[in-house]
C-alpha cells in the first residue's frame, strides 16, 4: 500500500515538504491517545517482551534507530518511538539557530532508492531544544526511550571556534541527552568536514567532553564520520578517541562521492563504504567502545551486516522515505531474535 502511495502520490511533491507533512501526521497522531495506541499496537512499540540492548551502559528497547537529520529539533520523539524505533537521535543541533541553506536543498533518486541533501543544519539552535527535552524528559511516557543528540558547529563561526560552539552546544544538552554525538561529518557545512582531521578535532572533542563534565553529566560522547575518510584517517580517528577516552563513534554520515549536484547523498549507494569502516573500525578501537552504524539499511539482513562487522547499534532515515511509517518495527521485528546471537566480531 505506501508503495503505491509513494509512487502515485509522495513522490509527485517536492521532497522537504512532503517530510514536513509527514513529520506532521507523525506527531499529531501520536498526540492523540486512541490513535497512538492503536499505531503502537501494531508497530509493536507497545511490546517490552523482546530484550533491550545493552550499548553504552544504556538499556535501549531496539537496534535500530533513527538517524539524526529527521527531527531536527526534538518535536517528534513521542510519534517516533510509537512507530518502533529503538532510539531516536535529534539534530543536528547548533549553538545558535539557523536557517539552513536555500532551497532546494533535499532530492530523491528513486532509481537507486537514495537521497540527496544540501539542508545545512537548519535548526532552532541549542536552547530551543534544550527546552523541549525537558518537557519530554519529565513526561511519563519517556521513561525507558533513549534520545541521542547530534550536535554541530553554526555556518558563522570559523574554524579556529568551532570548540567553543560543540562545548556551548554540549553544556546545555548534556544533561538531557542519553548520548551525544559531535558531529564533524556533513559536506554542507563550508569547512566542517575538515574539522575530523585529528590536529582540529583534538581541540573540538575535548572542548565537548570538558563541558559535559562542567554541567555535571555522564552523558557519552560520540563522534560522527564521513564514509570518504581514507583508511588512514579512519584509524587516526580511532586512535584518538581511544586516546581521549570517549564512548564511541557513529559511522557513517552521507557522500559525496557522486555526480549528482550538490549536497551528500545516503541510502543504498552509501552501505558497502558504511560497512568497510566499521569493519575498520572495530578492529582499532578498544573493544568497550560503541559503534553505531548507519547507511544504506533498508533490511534486516543490511542490519545484521553492520552487526557482523562490529556495530553495538544501528541506525536509519533514508529507507523511511521509501518503505513507509512502519518500517522501523519491521526491522526490529525482524532482529529480535537474531541481533544477540548474531554476534560483533570483537
Known amino acids: 500500500m505506501y508503495r503505491l502511495l509513494f509512487d502515485q502520490v509522495f513522490r509527485r511533491i517536492d521532497p522537504e515538504r512532503a517530510h514536513h507533512l509527514g513529520f506532521l501526521v507523525v506527531r499529531l497522531a501520536a498526540a492523540v491517545p486512541g490513535v497512538r495506541d492503536v499505531v503502537a499496537r ?32 526534538a518535536r517528534g520523539i513521542r510519534g517516533l518511538t510509537m512507530l518502533g524505533f529503538g532510539f531516536v537521535e535529534v539534530g543536528t543541533v547548533t549553538p545558535l539557530p539557523q536557517p539552513g541553506n536555500e532551497r532546494p536543498r533535499l532530492w530523491r533518486h528513486v532509481g537507486t532508492r537514495a537521497v540527496r541533501n544540501r539542508m545545512g543544519f537548519n535548526n532552532e539552535g541549542a536552547a530551543a531544544v534544550a527546552e523541549r527535552l525537558r518537557r519530554v524528559r519529565a513526561a511519563a511516557w519517556s521513561r525507558g526511550v533513549v534520545v541521542g543528540v547530534n550536535i554541530g558547529k553554526n555556518k558563522l563561526t570559523a574554524a579556529e571556534d568551532a570548540p567553543r560552539d560543540y562545548a556551548i552546544a554540549a553544556r546545555l544538552l548534556a544533561p538531557l541527552a542519553d548520548y551525544l554525538v559531535v558531529n564533524v561529518s556533513s559536506p554542507n557545512t563550508p569547512g566542517l568536514r575538515s574539522l575530523q582531521s585529528v590536529d582540529q578535532l583534538r581541540p573540538l572533542l575535548t572542548a565537548a ?41 557513529v559511522a557513517v554520515n552521507t557522500t559525496i562521492a557522486h555526480d549528482l549536484g550538490e549536497g551528500g547523498l545516503s541510502g543504498p549507494p552509501v552501505l558497502a563504504r558504511g560497512l568497510e569502516v566499521v569493519a575498520r573500525l572495530r578492529e582499532r578501537l578498544p573493544a568497550a567502545a560503541t559503534i553505531i552504524g548507519v547507511g544504506g539499511i533498508t533490511t534486516p539482513d543490511d542490519a545484521l551486516a553492520y552487526r557482523a562487522a562490529g556495530a553495538d547499534l544501528v541506525q536509519g532515515y533514508t529507507g523511511f522515505v521509501y518503505e513507509g511509517p512502519f518500517w522501523a518495527a519491521r526491522l526490529n521485528r525482524a532482529l529480535a531474535g537474531r541481533w544477540a546471537t548474531a554476534g560483533r566480531t570483537r
Do not use: H
Not at 43 to 69: N, Q, Y
Not at 218 to 235: F, G, Q, S
Open 209 to 249: 567532553r570538558d563541558a559535559i563534565a562542567e554541567a555535571g553529566a555522564a552523558t557519552p560522547l560520540l563522534v560522527k564520520i564521513a564514509p570518504d575518510l581514507a583508511d588512514e584517517d579512519v584509524d587516526a580517528v580511532a586512535d584518538l578517541v581511544a586516546e581521549l577516552g570517549l564512548a564511541g563513534v
Open 42 to 73: 501494531r508497530t509493536g512499540a507497545s511490546d517490552r517482551t523482546a530484550p533491550p540492548v545493552e550499548a553504552l551502559g544504556l538499556a535501549v528497547r531496539a537496534p535500530f534507530g533513527l538517524a539524526a537529520g529527521f527531527d531536527k529539533d
